[in-house]
């Protein structure tokens, strides 16, 4: 161990900044096509159907979810450089397939589906970028660092939309480039920005990141991932054994997390719709603007808990992150004995329920209009009859809506960024890649089934079941967080190197 000098302090926070736009980038990845996706699949693919876009959207979570553990592996025995730039590479690529996929003559959604699934398997690398942090951070500093990429990861899905916005300027038809057969139109255009984005990552990964590594005392220690070294390089500040149960305990208290998170962005429009009787363009439009204010709110908090931890601890903030998502969720739960508008205009026209469980495996802010039957002369609006939950089950009143959403858009990104804090702790000085793979592989998995959950249950049974089950499942977590909560100490403290 020796004393950091201040350049390589200055060169370890700069190596940080480029794993924040790293961070940035892969969320940007996801959200920046989100609005347009269904527009561009039907203009491409006319045999593609609300259940085909499910999957689309669901590929990014699942080349995730694949790629996370392996580029979690590749980066404990090499340069993190080369993961990184692997996986940049790959999303550069799978962008521009993306704008290319109009080009076959058949199967066109299929090669969509290709190319949003190897962005998700691109985005794997915030397992790298996460072990990185852990490892070159002190435990002073790891908190601050993890909150401020947890920022960056929700200012880029905020921003994502807000890109796809200004693109819309270009138009549906745009121009196009025959030699080399690019249409550069709204719908092309932000994976091209997308891809060019990737390309500059790439290039400051090359010119300004280096591998550092900083023991829980913040002294500078060598690193396996450097060039030329060896794995005889570690310190013996690694000895000891990684506490399994804390990390499988982190892994499932995680997946919950995103599990619930998933379950509240998706629902959101067909809740509304049902309860309050929007049409879809409202829904889409009002719900945008909550998930927006909540965004925003998210990095507020972020910034908070950085300062809130040094005085409370990670686990205290963790305990009343998950407190008050269950209090958001158990607001939502009907009262009363309104009942919601009943859509009895469909039975009428003897037309077909506009809310179908395949529509709902996507997240709202997927959703586009579509065509109505031409026996229509305007979109039927409330709680559909065959929902038959409709008939007895009171409604959620917008005040309600509205304090859960404040709630949730507080406690989520607390435990977001407390998991990955209190993880990266547990796990120590040793290699993070593997483990951290592991974590972002349990949220991408959550954010798969989250949707299908409410497909099946809300559907089916309504919210009281919907929200009472997510009721259920955040007490469980609290009781598994009381049960091994004097575990949840970091490798340094629980070996006697240094004091809580």
Known sequence: ??????????????????????????????????????????????????????????????????????????????????????????????????????????????YMLTARALVGFGAGNVAVVRSYIAGATSLSERTSAMANTSACQAVGFILGPVFQTCFTLIGEEGVTWELIRLQLNMYTAPVLFGALLGVINIILIFAIFREHRVDDMGRQCKSINSEGEENDALDQDTEGNVDHVAV??????????????????????????????????????????????????????????????????ERAILHGGLLIVLVGFFILLPWGKKLPNIQWQEIKNNSIPRTVPTEMLMPFWSWQEVQLPSNHTAEPVGCPITQSWCLNTPMVYLAQYLSSDVLIGLGYPVCNVMSYTLYSKILGPKPQGVYMGWLTASGSGARILGPVFVSQIYTHLGPRWAFSLICGVVVVSLLLLEVVYKRLIAFSVRYGRMQE
């Open 248 to 313: 499988v305990a982190l892994n499932v208290l995680f997946f919950v997390i995103l599990f619930v998170f998933a379950v509240f962005e998706t629902i959101a429009t067909p809740l509304t719709m049902d309860m309050y009787s929007w049409t879809r363009k409202e829904a889409v439009f009002y719900n945008g603007i909550i998930l927006s204010v909540i965004g925003i709110e998210s990095v507020i908090v972020f910034m908070v808990v950085k300062t809130l931890s040094k005085k409370t601890g």
């Open 1 to 110: 161990d020796v004393v950091e000098t201040q350049e390589h302090y200055k060169s370890r926070w700069r190596s940080i900044w480029i794993m924040y736009l790293t961070m940035f980038l892969s969320s940007v990845g996801f959200s920046i096509v989100i609005m347009s996706v269904w527009p561009y699949l039907q203009k491409i693919d006319a045999t593609a159907d609300a259940s085909f876009l499910g999957w689309i959207i669901a590929s990014y979570s699942i080349g995730q979810m694949v790629a996370s553990p392996l580029f979690g592996l590749w980066s404990n025995y090499r340069p993190r450089r080369e993961p990184l730039v692997v996986s940049t590479a790959i999303s550069v690529a799978a962008n521009c397939l993306y704008a290319y996929v109009h080009v076959p003559h058949s199967h066109n959604k299929y």
